[in-house]
């Protein structure tokens, strides 16, 4: 197998076609950001990936996590991978420079997560968790709580786990059992049991620290009653020393599809202690402030998926041997033509090439935002990263899956044979469809709540901002043509909803993949147009004009099954089902 | 788990859709068949399925095939069901009479396999390998040579399997190396290594017949100097006892994404004693005779596994409380609605019934018209079966394998956890799409061999078919509309393709998407016809209507995407990829 970060494409979208030199030189923080700093943090991003991370990739599919008595052990040979990345200070690149973060802007973070998600999906879950953990203690912790967990969880030393689920309650967080009971030195006792901790439990960190939803006696009922606790492994006396075991711990450990180096524990709470993290019942807030940067980084496993695959691929297609083309043999010395004379294996590799470049432009353009927002407070930066942020996750990670399965495809038979790898890029792909909200649940948010929140207006905010960007003439008119149909498409939902209650509901998928093909042909025709002659620029031009061609067409049907009313779904008898 | 075989829509389809009955009269070897027998025969089938094959399902995932110094066991499960599936006469049910077959339609035999692969794919592997073998050498063996195999392998006592695949050489089967010496004794010698052999070796029958593609010495290059070749695992005397081990043995078992219980060898010939089927050189011929059956059945497996995960998830989101209804609390004396209440989760089982549905009909149809070509001599239906079989392999398990991942995004998070089952169906679904020839062969085959053969002609008169056929008046102007829009690609490619020799494999793909979209509306715009007023056809009604507002249009996009050059995927630099 290889893996080759694409470390050339990263700086052209950053430099070439986003700009950053001019975005960030207008941000203090990021004033003094050099280009070459940049470069040399992505290219050693890329060492690491290609070189430690990717190296037991295909490991961890052998050998998955070992559960015995309550201790996990993680795969043998993620632990020196893990801590090259964490000494790397990999963790703390996005992390508040009080605390002993970098401070970089979230773009280079972007950049930097879909190399490790690339190379090593399941080794990179033990990181992103701890990233997620600290980016929430930063944001709603205390003084003391951060002073006492940002350092570690920066330096990897602890990692970090999101405790939300229970069987019973994933989407619906309202329906949680697990109980939080005050003491008298101001912690909590926690008593329950939460399903599908990811890094819940294991040997690679000296503690770790878990963030816990759950319910105070007398919480009012539904999603307005739940709390968010930090619940760590070993307690942490007043010199930051630790202590003794906390009162949970790993029941079972799950068998996955995929992504099988990740431990997914059953953790069971009791009467554990833990500490409440910003205020009463304002669990769920806590939460999603840290929402928009897990699902934009899940969108970006989805596409670190899809990278691994087409490479995996089109090293497949040159190198196999199979048939003539048809317009007569290319390489009439050997006994066969490469796959590459046939034009529906370019074509499978071309969508899934088509997919990841403008799925790439499209993370960064989100983490921008949020950048903007973050450090510029800008407000309508932050308008649009809510608006797409569903768009990324959900839109990146059908899109890794669809690519990983077409790249499994042009290996044929050897694709579904697990020893050349391809089938575990599939595998470990599906789960970024699933968690972190299910892709179902990210285009209900689109619609329901960002879209219908204002009326549709910040769609058209959006739509007028691609209007306003420069743009390759040559896709100016099918892009209009597009930029009407969503405008149309938007106020069409907003309209029909009034009356219709489920229609949000309805449509939510196909509108959902309609903006992420509209946004996307924005996103070619700006690539398109800062391309240059080389080879590079070259294949960039190409991928736009068969990205345009064969791929944008799908939202002419979208448009059509987004015009169909609720009652097609809703009138269909529940028992016949 | 849960697996009800559609006994119901079986007899649906075979007496109220397609009226059997009718032509079943008209053909001799059938008119005596009465509907109470068949109506037994499935109602047979499906308890089989049900309660004998589906009981092994998952355990063959847990424990699959195990290879030790050249023995196969296959899961010890496997066993009486096996040998249930086969003392039943299951696998003789399409087979010759004069050698112990029963000599029923293949329609009749289309609706069991579909039962028998959805209950327990990796198990029937063991059988379809077999009725194909007997197949295989009712159409080409010698009068000799069906009283030796035909009987035992109709019996199960001895099961079939295929040798085509090496390791250089997939599609492209005039790259194979395997030798065959021709003997003094009129026998060949067969050496060379073979990969991917479902059931090549396993411990389930008495003896294992191979039917293996080797050269002669000075054989012609390419695919015609390849000749086909029965080599048994044991020698069989003149009596038909069994006799010595024959030269070949399994080298190893492949560690497979799926289908698990299914046991895949690497199989070395050395010197093994083979005899020819039909001519020499003809190999490929007498293979590509039992093609169309075998691709029908992977066409029936990908729906099998789109029927059993629809239904799991069906229960799923019937059973599962989360969330509540737009229209308000629909079950408030509970802290939740079932996932039904969301209109997104019922859009994902519909699509999932809607392709399931219409496949089951359209495998029925290609079945009908292998009937007729073969028992009525029929010239159209023997055209139609060209054409439409690479559809039904390719559209089916597309299909069957998007279903499959559609039920288990209903799961949600259980959805990626092993012990709730779903995604060991999105794994075994995934191979129909690859085995048998990939997707893509088909639909190269479909566009480059079938329709351009005849400049068009074909899929024109299929569509003049269709036209003649009585439709629910509410789908006319639409099916009509697409009927136009078949023919006007289809001739836009046949003369394109004039100066254009890789646009046929540029277009394939989606020409292939079209062709099932238009194939399927069609068949439900009969099934609406005849649907009553009742539940089951109630669901038929809502069902038809769900395909043509929300699915069908997709054929939009696909004849604009058509309309593209072949240029858009050739002018991509071999290097840049």
Known sequence: ???????????????????????????????????????????????????????????????????????????????????????????????????????????????????????????????????????????HGTEAQKETFLPNLYA????????????????DLGLIRTKAEPQADGSYQITGTKIFITSGEHDMAENIIHLVLAKLPDAPNGTRGISLFIVPKFLIDEKGNLGSRNGWASGSLEHKMGIKGSATSVINYDQAEGYLIGEENQGLTAMFTMMNYERLSVGLQGLGSGELAYQQGASYAKERLQGRSARGPKNSEREADSLLVHPDVRRMLLVQRAYNEAGRAFGLFVGMQLDLAKYANDKQAQKFVDLLTPVAKAFLSDKGFDGAVMAQQVFGGHGYIAEWGVEQIVRDARIAQIYEGTNGVQAFDLVAR?????????????????????????????????????????????????????????????????????????????????????????????????????????????EQSISCTSEILMDFAEESF
């Not at 990897?156 to 989407?171: D, F, Q, R, V, Y």
């Open 156 to 171: 990897g030393t602890w990692t970090g786990a999101m405790a939300l689920t229970e069987s019973h309650a994933g989407t």
């Open 450 to 558: 960002k879209v219908m929140k204002d009326g549709g207006r910040g769609m058209l905010d959006f739509v007028e901002y691609m209007r306003s960007t420069e743009l390759d003439p040559v896709y100016l008119e099918v892009l209009e043509e597009n930029f009407v149909r969503l405008i149309s498409v938007t106020e069409g939902i907003v309209e029909r909803s009034k009356t219709d209650p489920d229609l949000s509901g309805a449509v939510s998928a196909d509108y959902l993949e309609l903006v992420g093909l509209v946004c996307y042909a924005w996103l070619w025709a700006r690539m398109a147009l800062v391309a240059k002659n080389d080879e590079f620029g070259q294949a960039k031009k190409e991928t736009a004009r068969f990205f345009f061609s064969r791929l944008l067409p799908k939202t002419l049907s979208l």
């Open 1 to 139: 197998m290889i893996y080759l970060a694409p470390e050339k494409d990263a700086n052209f979208l950053l430099f070439d076609v986003f700009d950053v030199e001019k975005i960030w030189r207008e941000i203090s923080d990021f004033k003094d950001i050099d280009r070459e700093v940049v470069e040399a943090v992505i290219s050693e991003g890329a060492r690491l990936s290609n070189e430690v991370l990717f190296e037991s990739f295909q490991e961890a599919n052998h050998e998955p996590c070992d559960w015995n008595g309550g201790e996990v052990k993680a795969p043998k040979e993620f632990k020196e991978a893990f801590s090259q990345l964490t000494s790397g200070g990999w963790l703390a690149v996005s992390g508040n420079p009080a605390f002993g973060g970098q401070g970089m802007p979230k773009m280079l973070g972007c950049l930097i997560e879909e190399m490790f998600w690339a190379s090593n999906a399941s080794l990179y879950l033990y990181g992103t968790l701890t990233v997620g953990a600290s980016l929430c203690i930063d944001s």
